[in-house]
């Protein structure tokens, strides 16, 4: 029996039904008069919960019995015969995500400052947000129900936080009891049942590295192909996480953690034909090192996670290269520059000269440093508003790129709340937010 230790973040939650935000028109929602604010409650006779229940209730069936509270508080039954694949035109309230009861020693959440915004105090730990987005859960909350859901609507892969299979270490990252810390029965009922699991261990030195890493690779290897990979990620200290139990991650404990875990993956590919656990980026730049040839990430399983990420840019940079170099294109008037965080700046300088030397361009990229966070974060993805103001005297050229990122995914605001509308101001020159994908072709798209 699972406990439920999960209580819901808003009132919302509790309202049955899920909400309807937008309707189509000439939809099949507009034909039946359905309206933002109705609620549809039950499908053939089984409730809604949220999208992914009306999606999952309504997949496949062409006759559909769908009860519906209207906005104005009148019950509606209507029944429908629809070709299979004819959409609905229907768009839905977001998911409001369960919370975890874990008390984690390196939770993000600690190392927030207090003025950030309140969306970075969403201790989310839910099964659905981990099918859509690749949200990692712990699954030490998770309630029969929930299970019974991944399994029934197939909601896989699943992203799961191990940190360590040893159950005193995890209890003890997880701030939580050995009995809720054991999750080898949720994970076998799961890889039973067919659904994918990729883990994920945030390395904390001196707690979860070494032998106890070691175990924790093995033991997730004999789930595989099940447990299809590991994603090793380091801890992240901010100014405001400063638990004395916890060590920063220096560049010796990263090039022990490489030379370790690159034997363990050479003997894994032998035997399971993958790399299986694979290092975070941080890792390996921290370390000075050059991230693994593109091979070493067969199909980039954990790229949500940031893994691979910089031997994918790499990659396409240089196809970039040589794309530019067969079509001899002159990009010598191109001039701006690039900001992206610390971690990453010497990679992007480096690209950045060669592209400079053989096509003219005039290019220049700025490190910016997080003064928001402190601590060791250097990764561009949380650099803020703030942080790129005190880096605008390192601008030259006519125009800006920053890390598309570092604003939240549905509304131009940054991390500290300031608008990019509020930074484009401050700017003498034009900024452009892109991510790496588009950092490639907008730079591609220059040179023409
Ligand atoms: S599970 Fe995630 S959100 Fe919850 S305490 Fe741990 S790190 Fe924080």
């Not at 039904?17 to 939809?27: D, P």
């Not at 987005?133 to 712990?138: A, E, K, L, R």
């Not at 990620?233 to 901010?238: D, S």
């Not at 034909?273 to 954990?302: C, N, W």
Request: proline share 4%.
């Amino acid at each position: 029996m699972y406990e439920f230790a999960v209580t819901p973040a808003v009132t919302q939650i509790r309202r049955r039904g899920v909400s309807i935000t937008e309707v189509a028109a000439g939809s099949i929602g507009a034909e039946l008069d359905l309206e933002a604010g109705d609620r549809i409650i039950r499908i053939n006779g089984r409730l809604v919960r949220d999208y992914l229940d009306f999606r999952f209730q309504a997949a496949g069936e062409t006759e559909l019995v769908i009860e519906v509270r209207k906005a104005s508080g009148e019950d509606w039954e209507l029944n429908i015969e629809r070709d299979e694949s004819e959409d609905f035109g229907i768009s839905f309230e977001q998911i409001v995500p369960r919370q975890c009861a874990n008390e984690c020693l390196f939770c993000f959440c600690k190392g927030n400052p207090e003025t950030a915004r309140p969306s970075l105090f969403v201790r989310d730990e839910d099964v659905r947000l981990s099918f859509l987005y690749g949200n990692y859960t712990t699954l030490t909350s998770i309630t029969e129900d929930e299970m019974r859901r991944v399994i029934e609507q197939r909601l896989s892969p699943q992203y799961v936080s191990v940190h360590a299979t040893d159950l005193d270490v995890r209890a003890y990252l997880l701030g939580i009891d050995k009995e809720r810390a054991d999750i080898s029965g949720k994970m076998q009922q799961m890889l039973d049942s067919g659904i994918e699991i990729h883990a994920q261990v945030v390395l904390c030195p001196g707690i979860n590295d070494r032998e106890i890493l070691r175990r924790t690779i093995y033991d997730l290897a004999r789930m595989h192909p099940g447990v299809s990979s590991v994603a090793i990620v380091p801890l992240g200290l901010t100014r405001y996480l400063n638990d004395p139990r916890l060590t920063p991650v220096t560049a010796d404990f990263c090039r022990d953690a490489i030379k370790m875990v690159s034997a363990i993956q050479k003997d894994l590919r032998g035997k399971l034909g993958t790399t299986f656990a694979f290092l975070g980026d941080e890792i390996y730049l921290k370390a000075g090192r050059m991230v693994p040839s593109r091979k070493h990430y067969g199909d980039y399983p954990q790229i949500e996670d940031g893994i691979g990420m910089v031997r994918s840019f790499t990659n396409q940079f240089q196809s970039l290269m040589r794309r530019l170099a067969r079509s001899q294109a002159s990009a010598a008037r191109r001039s701006g520059t690039i900001m992206t965080g610390e971690l990453f700046a010497p990679v992007l300088e480096q690209l950045i000269a060669r592209m400079n030397r053989r096509f003219g361009t005039r290019l220049n990229v700025v490190a910016v440093k997080n003064e928001y966070f402190g601590g060791d974060v250097s990764v561009a993805g949380l650099l803020t508003g703030g942080d790129f103001l005190s880096a605008r005297d390192q601008v030259s050229g006519d125009f800006v790129i920053i890390p598309k990122v570092t604003l939240k995914s549905d509304e131009p605001v940054m991390l500290d709340g300031m608008r990019f509308e509020e930074l484009r101001e401050k700017f003498d020159v034009p900024i452009h937010a892109c991510d790496y994908q588009d950092l490639v072709s907008t730079i591609e798209g220059m040179a023409n």
